[in-house]
């Protein structure tokens, strides 16, 4: 009976101590789940997890791997091709001597592996290859035939051709350019996400605050004015109107709270963070940076880093590679093709290697169109017009871009003086709510007048927390644009 008594302790003990630690767990869980962010929060949030900075890294990542095969195609090619074992069994038709054809079975293999190194001469056009290679034909009969190529080097040359690797030259490092300059582009684009849906939280918390405030006092409101009706000291239009006011913030409320959940979730989706969690925002940080910014500092720093102009510089550099090709491919060129080595065939795979004899080949390839019926004139014409678009649209985008920049500081700066201004109106609001509730409730101004106040007030606070998020979008705006931090005094990277 004392061991049964034994164990039944030891059970127990086991269970309250299981019991303790996965409360303990859960509690943990429970506080991890739960989150409450300021606006850098939330931007540093989305900018290390969010989904928006992730695809932005990801295009960047993309970009500098293109860029990375670029620069590696510029390097010597090491290849290896092979047909192996090139087994081949079918009925063909066999020229005879007296010049008949007999269908007969042909069984036989050919076989082949070639090893070549290559380098591309960009500002040339042209390739040198160094090959090696070997080939087999057996019919498993009469003829087993072996074909070596120790060495065969090989030059080919446009002449008067298109070269493409000369543009890709000056095409590939621009287009590597408007990458970076576009992941911080795109980067600065999550911080605006992220302080904008930060705001749209804060703003509908405060939303959500000012009506349950209003119903707290519109129901106190209502309560005065009931006892006044009962008393007869005010009309009953006074008292329908109170219940009227109490019935309509009501009504508010409940629209604030469905936006408080909607501006969480979209909150959630900008962070990267799961549904589950527990969200809320602290108050907005009231202080803003001191930093004088002038436009032509902005426009100057703008023009030569944002991936707009990037973007239009590489629109002219294509328009320009199109109309050389056009030109290039209308008029006489010619293709040198050159190569010399050593080669042996023999039956026996050690012989094809001894006693190597020469080789050379040299073959030039030249087009030209003769008549065309105006055709190659009207096609290099179009290119040229195109280059002229190109040009034009993209001193036209510059002189468009360097106005968005000037109005994107200018407004910037008006920001910043309405910040403190809808500060200061919503502290008179306050102040001015705050004086009207107690004259009503010692009965010295009309109902009307109250709800006048409490209206004025709730905008103020509304458009306080609005003035301040437009302040931060354009902040960060201008950040995007200049590639500047203008607080910490150094380019963004």
């Not at 006048?452 to 644009?481: C, H, M, P």
Request: proline share 2%; with cysteine.
């Amino acid at each position: 009976m004392n061991n049964y008594t034994h164990c039944l302790k030891q059970f127990v003990f086991v269970a309250t101590a299981l019991l303790c630690a996965t409360t303990h767990i859960v509690a943990q869980s429970d506080l991890s789940e739960a989150l409450s962010l300021t606006m850098w929060d939330c931007i540093k949030m989305s900018r290390d997890q969010g989904y928006t900075a992730e695809i932005a890294e990801d295009n960047f990542l993309a970009s500098q791997y293109q860029f990375e095969a670029y620069e590696s195609g510029l390097l010597p090619q090491l290849n290896l091709s092979a047909n192996l074992p090139g087994f081949n069994r079918s009925i063909s038709e066999i020229l005879q001597p007296d010049g008949t054809l007999i269908p007969l079975e042909q069984e036989f293999v050919q076989s082949s592996a070639f090893l070549s190194l290559s380098q591309r001469i960009p500002w040339l056009g042209s390739t040198i290859s160094v090959n090696s290679g070997l080939r087999l034909y057996d019919d498993f009969g009469d003829i087993r035939q072996w074909q070596s190529t120790p060495l065969l080097v090989s030059l080919n040359q446009p002449l008067l051709r298109f070269n493409q690797f000369a543009w890709d030259e000056d095409i590939q490092p621009i287009r590597m350019q408007r990458a970076q300059s576009k992941r911080i582009e795109d980067l600065e684009d999550v911080s605006i996400d992220a302080v904008r849906a930060y705001f749209d939280l804060s703003i509908a918390t405060v939303e959500m605050e000012n009506a349950q405030r209003d119903v707290q006092s519109n129901d106190s409101i209502y309560q005065i004015s009931s006892g006044r009706y009962q008393v007869g000291s005010i009309a009953e239009n006074a008292l329908l109107q109170s219940e009227l006011a109490l019935t309509s913030a009501r009504m508010q409320l409940t629209n604030a709270r469905d936006r408080v959940e909607l501006s969480k979730e979209a909150l959630r989706i900008v962070l990267g963070i799961s549904e589950q969690v527990v969200l809320t925002v602290l108050e907005p940080d009231t202080a803003v940076f001191d930093v004088a910014i002038t436009p032509q500092q902005a426009v100057a720093r703008a023009l030569s880093h944002n991936s707009t102009i990037v973007q239009q510089q590489e629109a002219i550099l294509l328009a320009q590679q199109e109309a050389d090709r056009v030109s290039s491919n209308n008029s006489f060129g010619a293709t040198l093709t050159a190569s010399a080595g050593l080669n042996q065939s023999a039956n026996e795979l050690g012989q094809a290697y001894s006693d190597l004899l020469e080789s050379q080949a040299v073959t030039i390839g030249v087009s030209m169109p003769l008549y065309t019926w105006s055709r190659a004139s009207s096609l290099k014409q179009e290119a040229e017009t195109r280059v002229r678009i190109a040009e034009k649209s993209a001193e036209q985008m510059r002189r468009l871009f360097a106005n968005t920049v000037r109005e994107q500081v200018l407004r910037l700066a008006r920001l910043r003086e309405q910040v403190a201004i809808t500060a200061r109106s919503k502290d008179l609001a306050e102040r001015s709510f705050a004086v009207a509730k107690n004259r009503y409730v010692i009965g010295k101004i009309a109902l009307t007048d109250l709800i006048i106040a409490q209206d004025e007030k709730n905008r103020a606070l509304v458009s306080y927390n609005s003035t301040l998020r437009d302040y931060w979008i354009a902040w960060f705006t201008v950040r995007k644009l200049t590639h500047y931090d203008w607080a910490q005094n150094m380019p963004l990277r």
